[in-house]
């Protein structure tokens, strides 16, 4: 196409964005509608909290041929200090915003105004309520114990969380640092916020009352024990994965990660199994929220992405689903089975987060563990 | 008569001139330089900030926060600073003082080391001695069997070794100066009133390098202290904490007024020891070396202990120069880094994207992130080569043509400013100057103005000393008597400062544009998703354990820094007199 060309195209373009957002059609219009406003708009930006961006980049493209998938790897954690600091700019980097941990994206970019909900008309009817409200969740994802199924054939090697602070797993165990990632943050909220479950499992684990030793609470007690305890910190999942699942270990470590990644044991040389039967819980599940850019340079383009990444009509979603339709990963679609490898939702027994309470005491939790690191 | 009347009016216009122009510097730099460093100070003090200031200090929080990482910065600011003088002076004194065998090839190589990113040097440590610590793979050493202990692969002495393999070139590069500079007359007195070799080194050789010891010492302090990718890529898997590590990780978790607190304290605290290190060398200008031309000493005769010292020199300075690049090299083609130099492929270079390799990145050549990060890196060099040039002559053109007066003495002093401001925190506090709109003028985050500006800024220090040396050069005649006959300023800079001194401008700006396309410090905040840069790739690459790819990259930083530093040492090759036989 010569430069000419694509000018006048992204002209015509803008004109039409500027008369359908006029209209407000653009929120109803099917795919089919906005495919052409998305052409002429050429490109559009997706920061993603996982890697498997790239594959939905290739799969889009094939799918819209003329539109440009730009998308970028970025932690949640990052990705809400990076939209802040844009907003601050009056930047707009990106066009759809893909980002887990809601607790902190629910207060500080959606009621900010700096992401906003979009649900595709398309599959609104099959999004249970929850989950579009008060922003669309695409799936849950989780950050759990796992194990190494190579070295543990007969199933997990502990049964409670408590087992980790035991001196069997001194330095072996292994999780992302909470203050690198959100998630991870999340997770140790989440156990404060259960302590009473931990106190019980205590009980259950070591035949005795739990001496909180100056804790405020069971679950304050056992993040200060399992950072003792040597909790090994490293800064991505993948390096969690490969220590814990890496096939050929006599004596592998244990640690928390994502369920789904067991999808990459085959490819990578893994044996990463959850440990779901611990106790209380092995983690917590929580929304994949899927958003757009409160003034995305490329409207059009934006929502035919946040449609595609909700997959199609075929019975498991087709391309736009398939790096998510995995074991390990739940999507919200209610007509799309669930996979049939994976632990049933309501067999998993991962703790459900709550946002707004994970808010709360989210940012004290946060200072507990940087006083153990 | 007539003649007076000119004078007279060449004086007003002399007067306006210099007025004006000083007055355009000084506001320059304030903007560049005073201003951010202001502002970033006033954010810490806002209602809901100043809380940072007791959390960071005195609170709870504040041992790992801030005392913990103190230790660490503050430890590793003495050792690798004692560590480089040691090494740097000890291959000085070979090469300008000894017959030691392949005195230039060791003058060539201690200057090396400092052209390579020291996250280069992070990377190949690790790419050896990594254990199984943290998971992934495993380094070469483990891969062959041997059990390397944590405190080898991790941790406060892996970023000693690193550090001061890195520094210690730049303390070369200043001792050996200096040592050049000894007048032969004092050493060839003091070897005929009978004066053995050790006491001509402590009598005279010392006492009149000991401003340049000083001097490299507290640079290398200052560079170490201020250090961010060697701590972040082998500190952090073992929790070790410097302030550049804790800076960086709160202003990427959201906690700004905690971060820029701590990068407030770690510009004190550099600045600190590089005024003392200032006060104890201007405490001591009688050592100033005397005048006048001697010839140069006849040599110091190591005798037997010349090979054995060669030796020693040889293994220094290829640990810090041939063996990381070659483990770079090979760690970019080798699938794990366990077996370093077996089962080679090319995919990390020019592999095509497969999902079921390294998560489907494709091989550098093919990824069109570091294709991006390429061109925007080597256009933010170029850039800021032509901006720092031309600020930097118009900073040093000023100061060397109106020496007096207290402007003057300000923009000597502002433009030396950012030498005490660790890369990292000028980037925090260019995020709090830039990064919102002032005014009329938009917010530049995330913009390649900001790098441009920031960078500019950052290497001032460096720039206007290059400006100095280069306006030193062209005789001051030249430019007055174009004054007299009305040149302009701009005229006469264009046809008289500017053509005679092109030489030195150009390896100025060529050693400009090295010295940000291997910076990470100072972009490692201010990097944007959609204004990537090399360096800042490579880092995340291997912090998320793709260190193929990271090493890929760091080769081509590190190929493209060596050979414009090559061609900036053709242009100036006087500035390495020690090298002369």
């Known amino acids: 196409m010569t430069k000419m060309n694509a000018t006048r195209l992204g002209a015509i373009g803008i004109l039409m964005c500027g008369s359908a957002l006029a209209d407000g059609h653009i929120d109803t219009m099917t795919p089919a509608e906005l495919l052409p406003l998305a052409q002429a708009e050429g490109s559009v930006t997706v920061y993603s909290f996982t890697s498997r961006i790239g594959k939905v980049e290739a799969a889009f493209e094939a799918a819209y041929p003329g539109i440009d998938l730009i998308g970028f790897d970025i932690s949640s954690t990052e990705q809400i200090a990076r939209l802040k600091a844009e907003a601050q700019a009056g930047v707009a980097n990106a066009d759809v915003i893909y980002v887990s941990d809601a607790p902190v994206v629910l207060p500080e970019l959606l009621e900010t105004g700096i992401i906003a909900p979009y649900v595709p008309p398309r599959v609104a009817d099959r999004v249970p309520a929850e989950f579009q409200s008060p922003v669309l969740a695409q799936r849950l994802s989780t950050k759990v114990l796992m194990y190494n199924e190579e070295a543990s054939p007969d199933g997990a090697p502990v049964d409670s969380l408590w087992d980790l602070t035991r001196e069997e797993w001194t330095g072996r165990v292994l999780m992302v640092d909470p203050l690198q990632r959100g998630d991870y943050l999340d997770l140790m909220t989440e156990i404060v916020l259960r302590s009473d479950e931990m106190a019980v499992a205590y009980e259950v684990e070591f035949g005795m009352a739990i001496d909180l030793d100056g804790a405020a609470n069971a679950g304050e007690k056992f993040i200060m024990d399992l950072f003792a305890n040597d909790l090994i910190l490293v800064s991505s999942t993948d390096d969690v994965n490969a220590a814990v699942g890496g096939l050929g270990q006599e004596n592998p470590p244990i640690g928390f990660t994502s369920y789904s990644d067991r999808r990459d044991n085959e490819e990578e040389g893994w044996a990463l199994q959850v440990a779901n039967d611990v106790a209380p819980a092995p983690g917590i599940i929580f929304p994949a929220i899927v958003a757009l850019s409160a003034e995305p340079n490329s409207p059009a383009a934006a929502r035919l992405v946040i449609d595609f990444l909700m997959g199609d009509e075929s019975e498991t979603g087709g391309p736009g689903l398939a790096p998510f339709y995995v074991a390990g990963d739940y999507l919200t679609r209610s007509d799309i089975a669930p996979h049939p490898d994976a632990v049933s939702l309501d067999d998993f027994t991962a703790w459900r987060i709550a946002p707004a309470a994970t808010a709360e005491i989210r940012a004290e939790i946060g200072d507990l563990v940087l006083t153990l690191q | 008569m007539s003649d007076a009347s000119l004078n007279a009016q060449g004086r007003r216009v002399l007067f306006r001139d210099g007025t004006i122009l000083k007055a355009v510097v000084l506001i320059i730099l304030c903007l560049l330089i005073v201003l951010p460093l202001i502002r970033t100070v006033l954010f810490t003090f806002q209602p809901d900030v100043i809380k940072a200031w007791s ?116 303390a070369f590069t200043i001792i050996a100066a200096a040592l050049a500079t000894v007048n032969s007359d004092l050493v060839e007195a003091a070897q005929i009133a009978g004066a053995k070799g050790r006491r001509i080194l402590m009598g005279i050789v010392l006492p009149v390098t000991t401003p340049a010891l000083v001097a490299a010492g507290s640079l290398c302090f200052a560079g170490a202290v201020s250090n961010f990718a060697t701590p972040a890529l082998l500190g952090l898997p073992v929790r070790m904490q410097t302030l550049s590590t804790r800076l960086f990780g709160m202003i990427e978790v959201g906690q700004v007024g905690r971060g820029y607190v701590i990068g407030i304290l770690l510009v004190l605290i550099s600045a600190a020891f590089l005024w003392i290190g200032n006060r104890a060398v201007s405490g001591r200008r009688s050592y100033a070396t005397i005048t006048g031309k001697g010839g140069r000493a006849r040599r110091f005769d190591l005798r037997g202990a010349r090979w054995p010292l060669f030796a020693v020199a040889m293994v220094i300075l290829l640990s810090s120069t041939v063996v990381p690049i070659i483990i770079l090299l090979a760690s970019s083609f080798a699938p794990s880094s366990a ?32 294709v991006r990060a390429l061109i925007v890196t080597l256009s ?172 890929a990259i760091t080769i081509v930083i590190l190929f493209i820094s060596i050979a414009a530093t090559l061609l900036a040492n053709r242009l100036q090759r006087k500035s390495q007199p020690w090298l002369e036989d």
């Open chain 2, 55 to 170: 959390d960071v200090l005195t609170g709870r929080l504040s041992r790992n926060l801030f005392y913990k990482p103190l230790g660490n910065t503050m430890l590793i600011g003495v050792i690798v600073a004692t560590g480089c003088m040691l090494l740097g002076g000890f291959l000085a004194w070979l090469v300008v003082m000894t017959n030691v065998p392949f005195r230039r090839t060791i003058g060539i190589l201690s200057a090396l080391p400092f052209m390579i990113p020291s996250f280069a040097a992070a990377l190949a440590w690790g790419s050896l001695f990594r254990n199984d610590r943290v998971g992934g793979q495993v380094g070469w050493l483990q891969g062959m069997g041997l059990d390397v202990p944590d405190w080898l692969a991790w941790g406060m002495v892996p970023t000693l070794i690193v550090l001061t393999l890195h520094y210690f070139s730049l």
């Open chain 2, 380 to 551: 933010l060099g170029i850039a800021v080569a032509f901006t720092g040039m031309i600020v930097g002559l118009l900073a040093s053109y000023t100061t060397a043509r109106y020496r007096t007066g207290w402007v003057s003495a300000a923009i000597t002093q502002i433009s030396f400013l950012p030498l005490l401001v660790p890369g990292i925190a000028f980037g925090a506090a260019y995020i709090a100057y830039l990064g919102a709109p002032i005014g009329p003028f938009p917010a530049l985050y995330g913009t390649f103005a900001i790098l441009v500006i920031a960078a500019t800024a950052y290497l001032l220090p460096f720039s206007v000393q290059t400006g100095r040396a280069v306006i030193q050069q062209v005789g001051g005649e030249l430019e007055e008597s174009a004054r007299i006959t009305g040149a302009s300023f701009l005229r006469r800079l264009a046809s008289i400062t500017v053509p005679l001194a092109i030489r030195g401008l150009s390896a100025g700006g060529i050693l400009i544009f090295v010295k940000i396309i291997r910076d990470l410090s100072l972009v490692v905040l201010l990097f944007t998703p959609t204004m990537p840069v090399l360096s800042v790739l490579a880092y995340r690459y291997a912090s998320e354990g793709f260190g193929q790819f990271a090493n």
């Open chain 2, 339 to 370: 077996n370093l130099f077996s089962n080679w492929t090319s995919a990390y270079w020019v592999g095509l994207s497969d999902p079921s390799f390294a998560q489907g990145i494709p091989g550098i050549a093919y990824n069109p992130d570091i």
